[in-house]
């Protein structure tokens, strides 16, 4: 075909730039071209790195978990073996039961088995408070004795064993799970039990008496306490094993008593006992099974609790997470696309509309209004939420302010009303009166000293105070002081006539005295004094004084914490001094405030200079 003549033919490159220009210039075709992108790219990134990473990051969670979980139950474990200890201490420690026990050993050696009433019924006392006991018995070389629960097999096969330790002196021996069965005059029960054995001592010499006390304890027990611990979707089990590897707890009673090789095979027993850790976990692959293994050595004996996670288990749960996390991204994109094709062009006209409008009223024109078109949809909502702002900007802002500062005052005012200062006294008088009655008369004193502190402390809510109240405030704190920390500081208390009846910000003197009580006299026993005075100032005003002739500080340091003041703001001597001298300086000027002066070795003086206040 030959080209017409006169008429260029348009390239695709003219007739690509069109669509080009529409896309980077329309707002319609930005939102939906950025929709695309900031939904549809990251959503896609997301589902395969997610795919990738999921599995080690659920992996190593859950891992942690049940390390966390493995140190809960040990733990558990502990404190109830701990218990179980204690509670054998009550019984062998019982003056009234190795008496009866004694008696009793030195009977008839034919009679092997003995019974007796009062020691079934002493026992049965102590032990009824935990229900985690089934049984307790004494054994010797010549009988055995019933205590709670007779024995059905009481051979010397089955009887031999505890009395070894008779061996281990005052330590105790722990004996793995037995299923035991146990009689009396109305029934027969058989139970999984575990044992601790103990040999019992005469008080008065601690000499051994040649019983061994044996308490059996249900073996369920351990099974309840691991069961709780781990209990989650994790699939995670837990047992317990001895220090030989004898299984003592497991969720299969038919396991009890085998060894550990027969839930871990060769491999992981040899792991367990191989390492010399308290606690350790390694993967391990038994009969086709991935398995993460994880124990810890109890502290009470040389038993071992473990747990056992599946990898599938772990590969399950991360699974259905990738599952989840690209049905939601597939959703997202569909709603994506959508949301773009159908409200780009509902969307972008009156957005732009709206940031003309906000260009106007940044420039200072709060006479723009947004012009709603009746559609009753967001953005005519918009419009005139926008309309209703720009009118009353200035007026909302006022009552704002307003608001706050009435809610302050209100707030002020309850906590001010939380306090029945009336109340208090006679409250405070009641309690001095009784303590006196009952000739408790430091107790009496020191309500009285509490008293007057806290009608100087509250008056009648305002910031300031006599000069002679201050002083009683700061007499009423140190005498509290005394009989609290009974110290041997002297105090020296001076008052001028002429400033007594002024008035100063009240609660300056006792954060400054309390100081000097903490810091000052570290380390001396004797000798400390305290001097405060009030006097009028050479230049104008009052000067309070506090000097003590504790262990001082540099000079230097001193001013350091001075000029550090100045120049950061921050408050020298610790929170309480700090507080002080913001206090007097809002209430009576920046010229006002502490000056500290120190020697190492001869003390240190604070001054507080304040105008006067009548």
């Known amino acids: ?177 037995r299923l035991g069965t146990y009689v009396d005059s109305l029934n027969s029960q058989n139970v999984l039990v575990f044992s601790l054995a103990k040999q019992i001592y005469k008080a008065s010499d601690d000499s051994p008496v040649g019983i061994v006390a044996v308490l059996d304890v249900r073996e369920d027990v351990l099974k309840e306490i691991g ?66 293994v994880n124990y ?10 473990v747990n056992v996670i599946s990898e599938s288990a772990l590969y399950k749960d991360s699974n259905r997470l990738l599952q989840i996390i690209m049905i939601i991204a597939l959703i997202c994109i569909v709603f994506s696309i959508l949301t773009a094709m159908l409200l780009s062009n509902s969307i972008s006209m009156p957005i732009l509309k709206m940031i003309r409008l906000m260009r106007q009223v940044m420039s200072g024109d709060l006479s723009v209004r947004f012009k709603a078109k009746r559609r009753h949809d967001e953005f005519d909502i918009l419009g005139e939420n926008f309309n209703y702002m720009v009118a009353r900007i200035d007026e909302l802002l006022k009552t704002v302010y307003e608001e706050q500062n009435h809610k302050r005052v209100a707030e002020l005012k309850a906590l001010q009303a939380q306090i029945n200062p009336h109340f208090l006294y006679n409250t405070l008088d009641i309690i001095k009166w009784t303590a ?60 001028d006539e002429d400033v007594r009846m002024l008035r100063t910000p009240k609660l300056i003197l006792q954060p400054i005295v309390e100081n000097a009580i903490l810091h000052a006299f570290t380390g001396r026993e004797s000798g400390g004094e305290i001097h405060i005075s009030c006097t009028l100032h050479p230049e104008g005003g009052i000067k309070f004084e506090v000097a003590d002739n504790g262990r001082g500080m540099e000079p230097t340091v001193a001013q350091h914490l001075k000029e550090h003041q100045e120049q950061s703001g921050e408050k020298m001597g610790g929170i309480g001094l700090a507080n002080v001298d913001e206090r007097i300086k809002l209430i009576c000027g920046k010229p006002y405030g502490i000056d500290i002066q120190s020697e190492i070795g001869i003390g240190t003086r604070i001054g507080i200079r304040l105008p006067i206040m009548k």
């Open 1 to 177: 075909m030959t080209q017409t003549p006169g008429k260029p033919r348009k390239s695709y490159g003219n007739r690509f730039c069109p669509w080009m220009n529409r896309w980077t210039s329309s707002i319609r075709y930005k939102w939906m071209l950025l929709l695309f992108l900031f939904s549809l790219t990251p959503l896609l990134a997301m589902g395969f790195i997610s795919f990738s990473i999921s599995k080690s990051t659920i992996n190593n969670k859950v891992t942690e978990y049940s390390v966390q979980l493995l140190k809960q139950t040990a733990d558990n474990i502990d404190t109830r073996l701990g218990i179980y200890k204690d509670m054998m201490m009550q019984v062998v420690n019982n003056n009234e039961i190795v008496s009866m026990l004694r008696t009793l050993d030195r009977t008839d050696a034919a009679q092997y088995e003995l019974d007796s009433l009062s020691l079934t019924t002493k026992l049965s006392t102590i032990i009824a408070i935990n229900q985690d006991f089934q049984s307790i018995s004494f054994l010797s070389q010549k009988h055995y004795i019933k205590g709670i629960y007779r024995w059905s097999d009481r051979s010397n096969g089955k009887v031999s064993p505890f009395l070894l330790t008779l061996e281990d002196g005052s330590n105790y021996r722990w004996f793995p799970t």
């Open 227 to 292: 069961t709780k611990t781990t209990k989650s979707n994790l699939e995670i089990q837990s047992f317990v094993i001895d220090g030989s590897g004898q299984i003592i707890s497991y969720p299969d009673n038919n396991l009890l008593g085998k060894s550990v090789k027969q839930v871990l095979g060769e491999s992981g027993y040899t792991q367990i006992f191989r390492s010399p850790s308290k606690e350790f976990g390694f993967p391990l692959e038994h009969d086709g099974h991935r398995l993460i």
């Open 296 to 305: 810890k050595k109890l502290y009470t004996n040389d038993w071992i609790v």
């Open 436 to 495: 006196l009655l009952q000739k408790a008369n430091n107790a009496a004193e020191m309500v009285s000293l509490l008293s007057r502190l806290l009608r100087i402390s509250l008056g009648k809510g305002e910031e300031t105070v006599t000069v002679e109240e201050e002083m009683e405030h700061v007499q009423c704190y140190l005498g509290i002081q005394k009989f609290r920390f009974n110290f041997n500081i002297e105090t020296f208390v001076h008052l």
